[in-house]
């Protein structure tokens, strides 16, 4: 950054200080109003071109109608709105940006070359052909597009089967409609002495389907359903083995029904044994203020706490360019893996993405007939189930709010507040020394930019954020949060083998959470190196005392020349310090560096013998660095949780000995933890503890610490007053304080 900015900025920040205690301590007092305190929003930096954002933002609603007006056209009048398209229908299922290629992006960004194409990728399930199909199909150039380009091939290698394709909304609602009106008028009797059931007190959640590729059967297990406390903590231990891979509805039907660790024909059996006397549990209603409710047990009290700064944010949004004194990056959401930033510090790339891949749940359940549960939550959409964010609760009263535009499952398109972006004061020191020889202090209260969005997929909540701190580093890290996996509990003591005892029959079962990371480095540019160092311990002989010895600690340095040796699987003690170098060297002679982090206990993962664990072959590392490929771009896939036994791409295959020295790399990050439910976790899982995520560090990237030039950085000496804000920015604060944030008003509109 250019010295001149800084301290340009730096005066700027200093002057409002000055005005402002000016004003507030010089207006007459006895009013019965507070004063308001100014708005004051920074403006961006010299180095930020706003118009280059564009190649990573995502569509926005002029877009999404273009494209989907354009597919229509392009695809004839046979299109029905996925909203309403039965599976034997061709539909549009998703729009969302097709990002460019990074040589094309740098090219543009960094060489002067011409914008890239701006792109769509789209998603068609083609259901009314003589061989349904699911298609990829590249839309542009937008806002005008011209050609579609089915890119389905290069994407996957060949056709996508139609049973891989996440299922429809209708298509669910069928599966229940076909539960209630066959299914359930089988075993009337049952259902109400056993369940209560009166018509609208049950509902269904689905297990992965099926056992090999092509299975197209569904265990489906219900639960009571009462408005307000929810459905997952409610389980009554009957569960349906639905056939439903036709395309006609009406050529559904259940094939097996299993209930308190036996297995029938259809509920007609279960009916007739009911009645010559087959024992039963029977499961009341649960209640409205029971334990599963998440209605307050105590009268409302104070108020929330408010952390709001009275100078305003010392950021701007501008649709999704953020930019702070030392930050600037833009963020998308993709509407199956969830956020995305591409980020500069100080106007240089540290970054050129980090991103969300894949989000998996694997749960152990030996009350169910499927023993062992995976889910891969963005088959269900990680970015379009980011919705619902509540100001003052799950990002922070003053925070910017973030709406996003996405046409997934459906013809139209949908508004979410799908982010906010807010500065986290941490009640921290950044860095502070108290000299007690020299008699002076010097410090930076901590505080960070944080992008955030919220997945609220089925009973999980899980909270992302990317934090940008003063010192150069990027945090990514993701809270779970929400209800937990539970089974009917209905084996006694042996049930305990699988979880704990939450509720009266109600079994925590027990389940592993798996979050992938790609980050995309460009340490300096593009050609880096992968390096390790840890220390050994020498014997030396004490130079003054030559019969004794001492033991010193002694760096080794090694550079990992391939794949192979950086993919560190779970278990595996990772080197102290493992970071990225360039060729370039800062100015004390050393290569400039990022050291990447994880913070996550570890975890576990399935046998490699599993039918199943091709595809969620990353699991088996918690990091691996391979070289950057536009054909690996990805290492997941939405059609793996309905055929996840032939996936069409394995994460492990990008891992093949190919050099890593001067090359453009992929930091690949696993983090996971086991989770054991509790009596603790109902009503809901708390964040506390359910917390990981990785910390991308500068090592040896600057010549010093880069936090020195922050605006809020304090210092004074021995014999010198801290009170005067000309000394102390932070002795303005009482003063600053006295004056009343302008707020926004609540509001909440997701349901």
Same mark, same amino acid.
């Given at each position: &950054?250019?010295?001149?900015?800084?301290?340009?900025?730096?005066?700027?920040?200093?002057?409002?200080?000055?005005?402002? @205690?000016?004003?507030?301590?010089?207006?007459?007092?006895?009013?019965?109003?507070?004063?308001?305190? #100014?708005?004051?929003?920074?403006? @961006?930096?010299?180095?930020?071109?706003?118009?280059?954002?564009?190649?990573?933002?995502?569509?926005?609603?002029?877009?999404?109608?273009?494209?989907?007006?354009?597919?229509?056209?392009?695809?004839?009048?046979?299109?029905?709105?996925?909203?309403?398209?039965?599976?034997?229908?061709?539909?549009?299922?998703?729009?969302?940006?097709?990002?460019?290629?990074?040589?094309?992006?740098?090219?543009?960004?960094?060489?002067?070359?011409?914008?890239? /194409?701006?792109?769509?990728?789209?998603?068609?399930?083609?259901?009314?052909?003589?061989?349904?199909?699911?298609?990829?199909?590249?839309?542009?150039?937008?806002?005008?597009?011209?050609?579609?380009?089915?890119?389905?091939?290069?994407?996957? !290698?060949?056709?996508?089967?139609?049973?891989?394709?996440?299922?429809?909304?209708?298509?669910? /609602?069928?599966?229940?409609?076909?539960?209630?009106?066959?299914?359930?008028?089988?075993?009337?009797?049952?259902?109400?002495?056993?369940?209560?059931?009166?018509?609208?007190?049950?509902?269904?959640?689905? +297990?992965?389907?099926?056992?090999?590729?092509?299975?197209?059967?569904?265990?489906?297990?219900?639960?009571?359903?009462?408005?307000?406390?929810?459905?997952?903590?409610?389980?009554?231990?009957?569960?349906?083995?639905?056939?439903?891979?036709?395309?006609?509805?009406?050529?559904?039907?259940?094939?097996?029904?299993?209930?308190?660790?036996?297995?029938?024909?259809?509920?007609?059996?279960?009916?007739?044994?009911?009645?010559?006397?087959?024992?039963?549990?029977?499961?009341?209603?649960?209640?409205?203020?029971?334990?599963?409710?998440?209605?307050?047990?105590?009268?409302?009290?104070?108020?929330?706490?408010?952390?709001?700064?009275?100078?305003?944010?010392?950021?701007?949004?501008?649709?999704?360019?953020?930019?702070?004194?030392?930050?600037?990056?833009?963020?998308?959401?993709?509407?199956?893996?969830? &956020?995305?930033?591409?980020?500069?510090?100080?106007?240089?790339?540290?970054?050129?993405?980090?991103?969300?891949?894949?989000?998996?749940?694997?749960?152990?359940?030996?009350?169910? #007939?499927?023993? &062992?549960?995976?889910?891969?939550?963005?088959?269900?959409?990680?970015?379009?189930?980011?919705? !619902?964010?509540?100001?003052?609760?799950?990002?922070?009263?003053?925070?910017? &709010?973030?709406?996003?535009?996405?046409?997934?499952?459906?013809?139209?398109?949908?508004?979410?507040?799908?982010?906010?972006?807010?500065?986290? @004061?941490?009640?921290?020191?950044?860095?502070?020394?108290?000299?007690?020889?020299?008699?002076?202090?010097?410090?930076?209260?901590?505080?960070?930019?944080?992008?955030?969005?919220?997945?609220?997929?089925?009973?999980?909540?899980?909270?992302?954020?990317?934090?940008?701190?003063?010192?150069?580093?990027?945090?990514?890290?993701?809270?779970?949060?929400?209800?937990?996996?539970?089974?009917?509990?209905?084996?006694?003591?042996?049930?305990?083998?699988?979880?704990?005892?939450?509720?009266?029959?109600?079994?925590?079962?027990?389940?592993?959470?798996?979050?992938?990371?790609?980050?995309?480095?460009?340490?300096?540019?593009?050609?880096?190196?992968?390096? @390790?160092?840890?220390?050994?311990?020498?014997?030396?002989?004490?130079?003054?005392?030559?019969?004794?010895?001492?033991?010193?600690?002694?760096?080794?340095?090694?550079?990992?020349?391939?794949?192979?040796?950086?993919?560190?699987?779970?278990?595996?003690?990772?080197?102290?310090?493992?970071?990225?170098?360039?060729?370039?060297?800062?100015?004390?002679?050393?290569?400039?560096?990022?050291?990447?982090?994880?913070?996550?206990?570890?975890?576990?993962?399935?046998?490699?013998?599993?039918?199943?664990?091709?595809?969620?072959?990353?699991?088996?590392?918690?990091?691996?660095?391979?070289?950057?490929?536009?054909?690996?771009?990805?290492?997941?896939?939405?059609?793996?949780?309905?055929?996840?036994?032939?996936?069409?791409?394995?994460?492990?295959?990008?891992?093949?000995?190919?050099?890593?020295?001067?090359?453009?790399?992929?930091?690949?990050?696993?983090?996971?933890?086991?989770?054991?439910?509790?009596?603790? +976790?109902?009503?809901?899982?708390?964040?506390?503890?359910?917390?990981?995520?990785?910390?991308?560090?500068?090592?040896?990237?600057?010549?010093?610490?880069?936090?020195?030039?922050?605006?809020?950085?304090?210092?004074?000496?021995?014999?010198?007053?801290?009170?005067?804000?000309?000394?102390?920015?932070?002795?303005?604060?009482?003063?600053?304080?006295?004056?009343?944030?302008?707020?926004?008003?609540?509001?909440?509109?997701?349901?």
């Amino acid at each position: &950054m250019n010295l001149k900015v800084v301290f340009a900025s730096l005066a700027l920040f200093l002057i409002t200080i000055f005005t402002l @205690a000016h004003v507030l301590l010089t207006s007459q007092g006895g009013s019965s109003q507070p004063l308001r305190c #100014p708005s004051i929003t920074p403006s @961006a930096q010299p180095w930020t071109q706003a118009g280059r954002s564009q190649l990573f933002a995502d569509l926005s609603q002029e877009e999404l109608t273009t494209v989907m007006s354009f597919l229509t056209q392009h695809l004839g009048p046979g299109l029905v709105d996925a909203a309403q398209a039965q599976p034997s229908d061709n539909c549009v299922f998703s729009v969302e940006l097709q990002l460019p290629s990074k040589a094309a992006a740098l090219a543009h960004l960094d060489g002067g070359s011409p914008p890239p /194409a701006r792109e769509a990728l789209a998603i068609i399930f083609f259901g009314g052909q003589a061989q349904p199909n699911v298609s990829e199909l590249v839309v542009g150039p937008l806002p005008r597009p011209s050609y579609v380009r089915d890119v389905t091939k290069e994407h996957h !290698g060949g056709p996508l089967p139609y049973h891989r394709r996440p299922l429809l909304a209708t298509e669910y /609602a069928q599966m229940w409609r076909h539960l209630k009106e066959v299914e359930f008028r089988k075993a009337p009797i049952f259902l109400a002495s056993v369940f209560n059931y009166n018509g609208s007190t049950l509902t269904s959640l689905h +297990d992965p389907r099926g056992l090999c590729s092509g299975d197209h059967v569904t265990w489906i297990g219900l639960y009571h359903n009462i408005s307000g406390v929810g459905v997952f903590l409610h389980p009554v231990g009957l569960k349906l083995l639905l056939y439903h891979r036709a395309l006609d509805p009406s050529q559904w039907a259940v094939q097996q029904v299993f209930y308190l660790g036996q297995y029938y024909a259809d509920l007609g059996q279960l009916e007739w044994e009911l009645k010559a006397g087959l024992e039963v549990v029977r499961v009341p209603l649960p209640l409205p203020n029971g334990a599963a409710s998440l209605r307050s047990r105590v009268s409302p009290g104070p108020l929330p706490q408010l952390h709001f700064s009275p100078l305003g944010s010392q950021y701007s949004v501008q649709g999704n360019l953020v930019v702070s004194f030392l930050w600037s990056f833009t963020f998308g959401h993709g509407v199956y893996s969830g &956020m995305r930033i591409f980020d500069r510090f100080k106007g240089e790339r540290v970054a050129y993405e980090v991103s969300v891949q894949e989000c998996c749940l694997s749960v152990h359940d030996g009350e169910s #007939p499927k023993t &062992m549960m995976t889910y891969l939550d963005s088959s269900c959409g990680l970015g379009c189930n980011s919705q !619902g964010l509540v100001r003052g609760v799950d990002c922070p009263y003053q925070a910017t &709010m973030v709406d996003i535009h996405i046409l997934v499952g459906k013809g139209t398109i949908q508004l979410l507040p799908g982010a906010c972006v807010f500065e986290e @004061a941490k009640g921290l020191a950044l860095r502070r020394h108290h000299n007690l020889i020299d008699h002076f202090y010097g410090g930076l209260a901590s505080s960070a930019l944080v992008v955030r969005s919220v997945s609220s997929v089925g009973n999980y909540d899980y909270i992302w954020d990317f934090v940008l701190h003063p010192n150069g580093a990027i945090e990514g890290r993701v809270h779970a949060t929400g209800c937990i996996n539970t089974a009917f509990l209905s084996r006694g003591e042996e049930s305990h083998l699988f979880g704990n005892r939450v509720g009266e029959q109600v079994l925590g079962t027990v389940h592993t959470h798996a979050f992938h990371f790609k980050l995309d480095l460009d340490v300096a540019g593009l050609k880096n190196w992968v390096v @390790a160092e840890d220390v050994v311990f020498k014997p030396v002989a004490a130079p003054w005392s030559l019969e004794h010895q001492l033991y010193r600690p002694q760096l080794t340095r090694q550079v990992l020349e391939r794949e192979d040796l950086t993919a560190f699987s779970l278990g595996i003690l990772l080197p102290c310090y493992l970071y990225l170098a360039s060729n370039q060297t800062n100015a004390w002679g050393h290569q400039h560096g990022y050291r990447i982090q994880i913070h996550s206990p570890l975890g576990i993962h399935m046998p490699l013998e599993s039918d199943t664990e091709k595809a969620l072959s990353w699991e088996r590392y918690q990091l691996a660095v391979t070289q950057r490929k536009e054909e690996e771009l990805q290492s997941s896939s939405i059609y793996y949780q309905n055929d996840i036994w032939t996936p069409t791409m394995a994460f492990a295959d990008f891992i093949n000995n190919e050099t890593l020295l001067g090359e453009d790399l992929v930091v690949w990050v696993t983090a996971s933890f086991l989770h054991i439910p509790h009596a603790e +976790d109902v009503p809901n899982t708390v964040t506390v503890g359910n917390s990981v995520g990785f910390l991308l560090r500068p090592y040896n990237f600057f010549d010093g610490d880069p936090s020195i030039f922050s605006p809020g950085s304090i210092y004074f000496e021995k014999g010198q007053d801290a009170g005067p804000c000309s000394v102390n920015p932070v002795a303005c604060i009482p003063q600053l304080a006295a004056c009343a944030p302008d707020l926004p008003p609540f509001s909440f509109q997701d349901f």
